[in-house]
């Protein structure tokens, strides 16, 4: 039988295209065990996960469509696993650019439409003790809080070479289906509705009162992001690049400055995306704009399918001192989570959909280069496993989160954490920029800058490009 879809799922199926493709990806890095044959293990690991022909919902699904349009999940008796899984042997899998190059590659292309929609790429080079794996499932599936539950369920604390089951064939609870309503029902969905509905006006009426300049105070205007080569229309070909922080750090940054891992994150990847774009030759003489994603769904809550709203906020702009472009960030920052606790999250995952829906509409048109981007960067933090993961008996070393690419371009950014860990995975068009490793560099620096302006006020980054308007010196100027 197959499963309904909700029109944000229906959304990444109607909007995908051979230039813009849906699917989200991890490339995970796995020591071979101790005792085994590295040029042995991971071919016969591979040909033992070829036997799991059947899979379970979703992943044994395909899309059912109707003049196109997608109508439901309906169920294949028997996976073809030679296109499902596919076996890669390189030079290197150690050589970290290459492997990336190799996942950019891959992540690039489109996924078969008329089978289930996802893929395991074995890639080993049969002399490391290590070997990856580069995983992708369509966005359609579910979003990244519900595909990261689905992948942890098949890795375990202990590694066991006996018992294991891969995450297509791992059965899920179901869910009951949903009872036909009472009219009591009926009434109360009604009132949520409208409820619902005047929160949207009032987001959209208090958006207008900003661009009128009576209301400041309230989040971004959308379509406000800044133009940069990164943005515009998105083409095919992608540069995908990974790297690592130390989460702990992190965390501890956080405490200190009084502010949430996110921000300051996202203060280092503000700072690293400047030096990358002064690179090339852009000055800017405003902030960049990032776009969050908020998962709505309640403590506890395991629904599947997607369940986010997107919102942009501003970053910084004009400071030289990393402490200060942090506190710019926690303030903006601040103004949106204030806007998303006033309003139902119905109210804004409808804002989403219907801010999506424009950059969406302009992608297809082809008009992206000639409108402003909704934001530069899209930043998603997924929490992972705070211990060591094995698969079958493989630990698994790290998860980088690949994701798609935004209508209007720019930069996406997702980071799991795993084991105190931040593993990142950095993803852009690549139609002007050719790689990302220098924006990893960049991020790496500005972090421990930030940590180190903590304790050193003097300390300043280097320009980063901005072009900041000459004010007049008064008897508050400091200097």
């Not at 208090?206 to 940069?228: A, D, E, Q």
């Not at 502010?259 to 400047?274: K, P, Q, R, S, Y």
């Not at 829906?357 to 705070?386: C, H, M, Q, R, T």
């Not at 050719?434 to 180190?452: C, D, G, H, K, R």
Request: charged share 20%; glycine share 6%; aromatic share 10%.
């Amino acid at each position: 039988m197959g499963k309904t879809l909700s029109f944000l799922d229906k959304s990444f199926w109607i909007t995908e295209s051979e230039a813009n493709t849906k699917h989200v990806g991890t490339l995970q890095l796995l020591s071979v065990p101790e005792g085994a044959n590295s040029a042995e293990y991971v071919p016969d690991l591979f040909k033992e996960m070829q036997g799991f022909a059947r899979g379970t919902s979703p992943f044994n699904c395909y899309v059912k469509t109707v003049l196109g349009y997608p109508v439901a999940l309906v169920p294949v008796k028997k996976l073809n696993m030679h296109y499902h899984l596919q076996l890669h042997r390189i030079d290197d899998v150690t050589n970290r650019v290459a492997l990336d190059n190799l996942a950019a590659q891959l992540h690039g292309s489109r996924l078969d439409p008329d089978k289930p929609l996802w893929q395991y790429h074995f890639i080993y080079d049969g002399k490391q003790r290590t070997f990856a794996i580069y995983a992708r499932v369509h966005h359609m599936y579910g979003d990244g809080a519900t595909l990261v539950r689905w992948f942890q369920s098949c890795y375990v604390a202990r590694g066991n070479k006996r018992e294991f089951t891969p995450v297509w064939a791992m059965k899920r609870l179901r869910h009951r289906r949903k009872e036909q309503l009472s009219w009591y029902k009926r009434i109360v969905a009604v009132g949520h509705g409208l409820k619902t509905g005047f929160d949207l006006l009032v987001i959209f009426i208090r958006l207008f009162m900003k661009i009128l300049r009576v209301n400041p105070h309230y989040m971004p205007i959308p379509f406000s992001g800044t133009k940069t080569i990164l943005t515009g229309q998105v083409e095919p070909g992608r540069a995908v690049t990974t790297m690592d922080l130390d989460f702990k750090r992190i965390k501890a940054l956080a405490r200190r400055t009084r502010a949430t891992a996110n921000e300051v994150l996202l203060c280092a990847f503000d700072i690293g995306v400047h030096r990358l774009l002064q690179d090339h030759g852009q000055v800017f003489k405003k902030a960049l704009y990032t776009n969050m994603p908020i998962n709505l769904r309640k403590p506890g809550e395991k629904t599947t399918g997607n369940k986010i709203a997107i919102v942009p906020v501003k970053l910084a702009h004009g400071d030289q001192d990393p402490y200060l472009r942090l506190r710019q960030i926690i303030i903006n920052h601040r103004i949106v989570k204030h806007a998303a606790q006033h309003a139902r999250p119905s109210a804004f995952s409808g804002y989403t959909i219907v801010i999506q829906s424009l950059a969406l509409l302009f992608e297809w048109l082809k008009i992206s280069n000639w409108v402003k981007p909704i934001a530069n960067i899209l930043v998603s933090n997924v929490p992972g496993p705070k211990d060591t993961r094995y698969l079958k008996d493989c630990e698994l070393l790290a998860c980088y989160p690949i994701s798609t690419m935004t209508p209007g371009g720019g930069i996406n950014i997702t980071l799991m954490t795993y084991a105190g860990t931040a593993n990142i995975g950095l993803v852009c068009c690549n139609k002007n920029i050719q790689s990302l490793q220098p924006l990893a560099a960049y991020v790496t620096e500005a972090f421990n800058m930030l940590e180190a302006s903590v304790d050193n006020p003097r300390l300043r980054i280097e320009d980063v490009g901005e072009h900041i308007d000459t004010m007049p010196i008064s008897i508050v100027s400091e200097h």
